[in-house]
């Protein structure tokens, strides 16, 4: 049997010839549905050989073809459903589209050239997709491979130095207070709405831009941790929890607003295998988020573990990964971060060393080691990948801070000295387009400002300064939604600076909002009108009836003539409203209104009423008046005179 050419939608059979009969009734009516109407038509002995079923149902397919030809031209479609299909010409519709469209060439043309003078200019923000950047990295290196002559390369890298430091938002500057201490931590919110700080005086500060005026003024101030200071802070990847690293060996997880969600297990620090516990023994030195995964973090601690936690439920570990020194023992890991994909974790140690691991295979080989990594001693402070993935940043306390490629990692790609830290948790950051690598300095000696390096991750020269404060210099974060930079200082400050045009929202919002006062309320005092019928003197009583008279008068007590009350206090009846006894109540009334001083001399306190008790005699010489006596006192003797002997008596003798 001659095969015809087949389509994309239906089957063209050779008209010529007629069809052949088939050997069942299945195969048969398939064939008759592929058939066209005009095979079927044409073919002198097809309707010959076939029932009337089959010719119904030729017929009807030859109608329906019809009815949908005439809906295409009614419509002006080239056809619809599987029947529809036909074969085309894929250049053939290219010219067709040019000749109807004479314009879309140069429109495309146009849109090419707008986006390489886009890409030249520099008006990306954010960070580049992978495949962007690998277009960027391959086109950058043809056009190196096209300069022929030094010069066109020197004008070059000037031209690229002066677009980089347009690149960096430092037009203007806002400066916000968090306390009086070092701020060691500092994290964003994913969508650019929220910052967060801690402090080695214990406190965490929120700060919301859509809510702060231009004073600055954080909206919430508190204490998660107690008496630790707070290390690290991170927002979560939907921005909705905070990961909180402080110096004691549980973190924990905050909401937005700063409620707590989980606390970590603390590890038993009797068992020697760090595996075989719930949790971290020792201070807590670096956590983070999964770049994709809003429940799992990971910490590392001075045990000498990293853990991987999971869920806010589980309150236990999902892994724990050690790190280990030259001769296997064991080391610290100072910091601790995931790439973008979260395929690799790496570690930065306290013996100099970076160690990764690759998170699809088990962790007890690494995937990475380098041991000189660092001078041995000094803390690893940071460690983090670039955005696209391929390079890593490492800052550390020998003054150092250099860049490795993932692909050699033997070697770093570049080292830039002199750059003193003095604090454990002082960063480096990429910029959003991978092109700087920024981080900051403590203050050293004899210097009055400490200032904030950016450096070019391709010719890995200095492209710019900022002197920021006459202090230390510790976390640095550039945002890569808002295009702002966050510097947080050793005297309590925390320095934004952004550009007018390149950078949106967050303290832009800020800095045109003006602090109101309260308007104090004003009370206005109602004055009092007095009527003369409202005053008791001149005011009418109402008409009541005698019962209501009888009770007013019984409430009355003058009216009613009641008796006084019986004393509750006390006893001995009426007695006891001045004293609990008749003694006390006498020494109330009566001994206490004629006191007599104790210095006094009674014969004198005596003879002074003495005169007045002749003279108007009250109680004894009235009654004795009659009867009494003439009293009879001894006189006084001169001094010269001497006293008559007593004569003695037999009792004497």
């Given at each position: 049997?001659?095969?015809?050419?087949?389509?994309?939608?239906?089957?063209?059979?050779?008209?010529?010839?007629?069809?052949?009969?088939?050997?069942s009734?299945?195969?048969?009516?398939?064939?008759?549905?592929?058939e066209?109407?005009?095979?079927?038509?044409?073919?002198?002995?097809?309707?010959?050989?076939?029932?009337?079923?089959?010719?119904?149902?030729?017929?009807?397919?030859?109608?329906?073809?019809?009815?949908?030809?005439?809906?295409?031209?009614?419509?002006?479609?080239?056809?619809?459903?599987?029947?529809?299909?036909?074969?085309?010409?894929?250049?053939?519709?290219?010219?067709?589209?040019?000749?109807?469209?004479?314009?879309?060439?140069?429109?495309?043309?146009?849109?090419?050239?707008?986006?390489?003078?886009?890409?030249?200019?520099?008006?990306?923000?954010?960070?580049?997709?992978?495949?962007?950047?690998?277009?960027?990295?391959?086109?950058?290196?043809?056009?190196?491979?096209?300069?022929?002559?030094?010069?066109?390369?020197?004008?070059?890298?000037?031209?690229?130095?002066?677009?980089?430091?347009?690149?960096?938002?430092?037009?203007?500057?806002?400066?916000?207070?968090?306390?009086?201490?070092?701020?060691?931590?500092?994290?964003?919110?994913?969508?650019?709405a929220?910052?967060?700080?801690?402090?080695?005086?214990?406190?965490?500060?929120?700060?919301?831009?859509?809510?702060?005026?231009?004073?600055?003024?954080s909206?919430?101030?508190?204490?998660?941790?107690?008496?630790?200071?707070?290390?690290?802070?991170?927002?979560?990847?939907?921005?909705?929890?905070?990961?909180?690293?402080?110096?004691?060996?549980?973190?924990?997880?905050?909401?937005?607003?700063?409620?707590?969600?989980?606390?970590?297990?603390?590890g038993?620090q009797?068992?020697?295998?760090?595996?075989?516990?719930?949790?971290?023994?020792?201070?807590?030195t670096?956590?983070?988020?999964?770049?994709?995964?809003?429940?799992?973090?990971l910490?590392?601690?001075?045990?000498?573990?990293?853990?991987?936690?999971?869920?806010?439920?589980?309150?236990?570990?999902?892994?724990?990964?050690?790190?280990?020194?030259?001769?296997?023992?064991?080391?610290?890991?100072?910091?601790?971060?995931?790439?973008?994909?979260?395929?690799?974790?790496?570690?930065?140690?306290?013996?100099?060393?970076?160690q990764?691991?690759d998170?699809?295979?088990?962790?007890?080989?690494?995937?990475?080691?380098?041991?000189?990594a660092?001078?041995?001693?000094?803390?690893?402070?940071?460690?983090?990948?670039?955005?696209?993935?391929?390079?890593l940043a490492?800052?550390?306390?020998?003054?150092?801070?250099?860049?490795?490629?993932?692909?050699?990692?033997?070697k770093?790609?570049?080292?830039?000295?002199?750059?003193?830290?003095?604090?454990?948790?002082?960063?480096?950051c990429?910029?959003?387009?991978?092109?700087?690598?920024?981080t900051?300095?403590?203050?050293?000696?004899?210097?009055?400002?400490?200032?904030?390096?950016?450096?070019?991750t391709?010719?890995?020269?200095?492209?710019q300064?900022?002197?920021?404060?006459?202090?230390?210099?510790?976390?640095?974060?550039w945002?890569?939604?808002?295009?702002?930079?966050?510097?947080?200082?050793?005297?309590?400050?925390?320095?934004?600076?952004?550009?007018?045009?390149?950078?949106?929202?967050?303290?832009?919002?800020?800095?045109?909002?003006?602090?109101?006062?309260?308007?104090?309320?004003?009370?206005?005092?109602?004055?009092?009108?007095?009527?003369?019928?409202?005053?008791?003197?001149?005011?009418?009583?109402?008409?009541?009836?005698?019962?209501?008279r009888?009770?007013?008068?019984?409430?009355d007590?003058?009216?009613?003539?009641?008796?006084?009350?019986?004393?509750?206090?006390?006893?001995?009846?009426?007695?006891?409203?001045?004293?609990?006894?008749?003694?006390?109540?006498?020494?109330?009334?009566?001994?206490?209104?004629?006191?007599?001083?104790?210095?006094?001399?009674?014969?004198?306190?005596?003879?002074?009423?003495a005169?007045?008790?002749?003279?108007?005699?009250?109680?004894?010489?009235?009654?004795?008046?009659?009867?009494?006596?003439?009293?009879?006192?001894?006189?006084?003797?001169?001094?010269?005179?001497?006293?008559?002997?007593?004569?003695?008596?037999?009792?004497?003798?």
């Amino acid at each position: 049997m001659q095969r015809g050419k087949i389509s994309f939608g239906k089957i063209q059979l050779n008209i010529n010839k007629a069809p052949a009969q088939p050997k069942s009734n299945e195969t048969a009516e398939e064939g008759d549905a592929k058939e066209s109407p005009e095979a079927s038509g044409s073919g002198g002995g097809g309707f010959k050989k076939m029932d009337k079923q089959q010719m119904i149902r030729q017929i009807e397919d030859v109608a329906e073809d019809l009815e949908s030809q005439h809906l295409k031209e009614v419509m002006g479609i080239s056809g619809f459903g599987r029947k529809a299909a036909q074969v085309f010409d894929i250049n053939e519709q290219i010219e067709k589209a040019r000749i109807t469209r004479p314009g879309l060439d140069k429109k495309r043309e146009d849109s090419k050239q707008e986006e390489e003078e886009a890409e030249e200019e520099g008006d990306v923000i954010g960070p580049l997709p992978p495949a962007a950047a690998t277009d960027t990295d391959k086109s950058t290196k043809e056009a190196s491979k096209e300069e022929d002559s030094d010069d066109d390369s020197s004008d070059e890298d000037s031209d690229d130095e002066q677009s980089l430091v347009k690149r960096i938002p430092y037009t203007h500057e806002v400066q916000m207070q968090h306390g009086s201490r070092a701020v060691l931590a500092l994290a964003g919110d994913p969508s650019g709405a929220r910052l967060v700080s801690g402090s080695i005086d214990y406190d965490m500060c929120f700060w919301d831009f859509a809510g702060m005026d231009s004073g600055m003024r954080s909206f919430r101030q508190l204490q998660p941790c107690e008496n630790h200071p707070i290390r690290s802070l991170q927002y979560s990847v939907t921005g909705d929890m905070i990961l909180v690293i402080s110096g004691n060996a549980q973190a924990k997880v905050l909401d937005r607003d700063g409620f707590e969600k989980l606390e970590c297990c603390k590890g038993d620090q009797y068992i020697s295998d760090m595996s075989r516990t719930k949790g971290h023994v020792a201070q807590l030195t670096s956590g983070c988020w999964h770049p994709f995964n809003r429940e799992q973090f990971l910490t590392a601690a001075l045990d000498g573990t990293l853990r991987i936690w999971q869920g806010l439920k589980a309150k236990e570990q999902v892994q724990v990964i050690k790190t280990r020194a030259q001769g296997g023992l064991r080391t610290n890991a100072a910091s601790c971060n995931f790439n973008r994909d979260a395929t690799l974790i790496a570690a930065g140690c306290v013996d100099g060393s970076i160690q990764t691991w690759d998170t699809r295979k088990m962790y007890v080989n690494t995937t990475h080691c380098v041991r000189d990594a660092h001078q041995k001693g000094s803390e690893i402070t940071s460690i983090v990948f670039s955005y696209k993935g391929q390079e890593l940043a490492t800052r550390s306390n020998d003054e150092t801070m250099k860049l490795w490629d993932l692909r050699q990692f033997k070697k770093p790609l570049h080292t830039w000295t002199n750059l003193f830290s003095r604090y454990d948790t002082t960063d480096c950051c990429f910029s959003p387009d991978d092109r700087m690598l920024v981080t900051g300095e403590s203050l050293p000696k004899g210097q009055t400002e400490a200032n904030l390096y950016f450096y070019s991750t391709r010719t890995y020269e200095e492209v710019q300064r900022i002197p920021v404060a006459n202090s230390h210099v510790v976390k640095t974060l550039w945002h890569p939604k808002l295009n702002q930079l966050f510097v947080s200082c050793g005297n309590g400050t925390i320095k934004c600076y952004y550009d007018e045009t390149r950078s949106i929202r967050g303290a832009k919002l800020c800095v045109v909002k003006t602090h109101r006062k309260r308007q104090p309320m004003e009370m206005v005092g109602v004055s009092q009108i007095i009527t003369p019928h409202a005053l008791p003197l001149f005011r009418q009583e109402k008409s009541r009836t005698s019962r209501k008279r009888m009770e007013k008068a019984r409430l009355d007590p003058v009216k009613s003539k009641r008796p006084d009350l019986p004393i509750t206090s006390g006893q001995g009846g009426r007695v006891a409203s001045s004293g609990g006894t008749l003694s006390s109540y006498v020494i109330r009334n009566l001994g206490l209104s004629k006191r007599v001083d104790d210095d006094q001399d009674p014969r004198e306190a005596i003879l002074k009423y003495a005169k007045d008790a002749a003279e108007n005699p009250y109680w004894i010489a009235p009654a004795y008046k009659q009867t009494q006596p003439k009293a009879i006192f001894s006189e006084k003797l001169p001094a010269d005179e001497p006293a008559t002997k007593k004569p003695k008596t037999e009792a004497d003798k």
